[in-house]
């Protein structure tokens, strides 16, 4: 079974600053994707960002990208030039690559809640 | 794109009550997948369909729980004789293809009196 740890549960930061949300994971899959979701006060989850972990480079979208460290487990997201319109739940998740009769199992975090101040 | 659509947005309900929860995927998207989260938590996996086939459940659906996906559209989760421990939110969310990215829904939220 897999397991996805979020050690900070509030973070804040100025408008325009840049904050780093940590996330570790434990498996023992090989093949597996990791993601960042926003969840914002409307309560839909959405998509951030997305790491294969077969690739050694580090996604990045936009204002938005991470630090994955595939031997110590570790998938950090790094939010620059941060904005009002980031404060949100984010969420860690892990998906062990997709197959058989399992798709889209995603397994998350405990979420870390972050406010932008202006 | 109309997106992935949940109906209640709200409901409560008095402990021992049946509550059905309606789920509409995106249009095309053969996968669908309900989760629970609880307060300060993250979203925990439910279960699973591939078009109307239920193919996995977690071991959180008891006996009281049951979903179906008649026509490999839109599905529900009906939850009967509620307990006060099924206050929580539940979140459809749809994929196509290998299914790696998820299209959330806004949920609904239930809250057991």
């Known amino acids: 079974a897999q397991t996805v740890t979020q050690s900070q549960p509030e973070m804040s930061v100025q408008e325009a600053e840049t904050v780093t949300l940590s996330c570790t994971y434990d498996?023992?899959?090989?093949?597996?994707?990791l993601f960042w979701y926003k969840q914002p006060p409307s309560r839909q989850m959405i998509l951030v960002i997305r790491?294969?972990?077969?690739?050694?480079q580090n996604a990045t979208e936009n204002r938005f990208s991470v630090n994955f460290q595939k031997a110590a487990k570790s998938f950090s997201l790094k939010i620059s030039d941060s904005q009002l319109g980031d404060t949100a739940m984010y969420f860690c998740?892990?998906?062990?690559?997709?197959?058989?009769?399992?798709?889209?199992?995603?397994?998350f975090g405990q979420g870390t809640i972050l406010t932008v101040h202006p | 794109d109309t997106g992935v659509s949940q109906d209640p947005r709200h409901k409560i309900t008095k402990r021992g009550q049946n509550v059905t929860f309606r789920c509409d995927p995106i249009?095309?998207?053969?996968?669908l997948y309900w989760y629970r989260q609880t307060l300060g938590q993250g979203p925990e996996f439910l279960t699973y369909?591939?078009?109307?086939?239920?193919?996995?459940k977690s071991r959180l659906l008891s006996d009281r729980f049951s979903a179906e996906r008649p026509k490999g559209s839109f599905s529900t989760l009906e939850i009967q004789r509620t307990e006060q421990g099924d206050s929580a939110m539940y979140l459809c969310?749809?994929?196509?293809?290998?299914?790696?990215?998820?299209?959330f829904g806004s949920g609904t939220q239930l809250s057991v009196l």
């Open positions: 969310a749809s994929s196509v293809g290998v299914g790696i990215r998820l299209f």
């Open positions: 498996t023992s899959e090989s093949n597996y994707y």
């Open positions: 790491q294969e972990a077969y690739k050694q």
């Open positions: 998740a892990f998906m062990k690559r997709p197959g058989g009769t399992s798709y889209g199992k995603l397994t």
């Open positions: 249009s095309e998207h053969n996968r």
């Open positions: 369909f591939q078009n109307e086939a239920q193919l996995e």
